[in-house]
């Protein structure tokens, strides 16, 4: 069944979820073993929200409404597990630093560029990115520049619409249209864009049997 684990029958995520690190550089990185899903955005798109809704935790992604407050690859995943060989998790949510914050000190936005592109570019166990678009902004540059690398990197992502309570209810099928027509023919996009709202608690289903599968397929 999609979304359930060889340690027993609960879902992914009908169990509590935990930190267990942030890695503010490569080097730091767990070792390679259960497949990871990253979700990636530009800074305030509302990644710690989603993912504190995804796993019912509120607490458990730092939120901020200061753009550029988490500065490091978070890791987590269902509580439970050892960590020792044949006890892995079955699978890690991984929240990266957000991009495009032009105000934080330059030295500061290299870093952070830096540790998530080498991270999209070389980590085998990365399954799939969930690339998080403010509705009401839509595709930026910024966004557009991690499809290419993404594309050329030949790492699966798939579009995750946040924030949709925020513009009109008709505006959401347009916007989903739109942005369908946009990667379209972008190699590496998956198909089919997800509409979600944290705060209303919708797409998230829909979210989460989307990384279910993907975990599924992963661990055959």
Do not use: C
């Amino acid at each position: 069944m999609a979304g359930t684990t060889e340690k027993d029958d609960k879902p992914l995520f009908g169990r509590p979820w935990i930190f267990i690190r942030g890695v503010p550089a490569m080097k730091f990185l767990p070792p390679e073993g259960p497949p990871e899903v990253a979700f990636a955005g530009r800074s305030n798109v509302g990644k710690s929200s989603l993912i504190n809704a995804l796993v019912g935790h509120k607490g458990l992604a730092r939120t901020s409404n200061t753009p550029g407050r988490t500065q490091e690859l978070n890791y987590f995943v269902p509580e439970g597990y050892s960590g020792e060989a044949g006890d892995l998790p079955p699978m890690a949510l991984v929240d990266m630093p957000g991009y495009g914050y032009a105000q934080a000190p330059k030295e500061h936005v290299d870093a952070w560029t830096k540790l998530v592109f080498d991270y999209l570019r070389g980590r085998s166990t990365l399954k799939r990115v969930y690339l998080l678009i403010d509705s009401r902004h839509g595709i930026k540059k910024n966004d557009e520049e991690v499809m290419t690398l993404l594309d050329k990197a030949a790492v699966s992502y798939q579009v995750v619409l946040t924030k949709t309570d925020k513009i009109k209810e008709a505006g959401v099928p347009r916007l989903i249209a739109e942005t369908t027509e946009k990667i379209r023919k972008r190699p590496a996009a998956y198909p089919g864009i997800i509409a979600t709202s944290s705060e209303k608690n919708e797409g998230l289903d829909e979210l989460r049997r989307a990384i279910g599968d993907t975990v599924e397929i992963a661990n055959i």
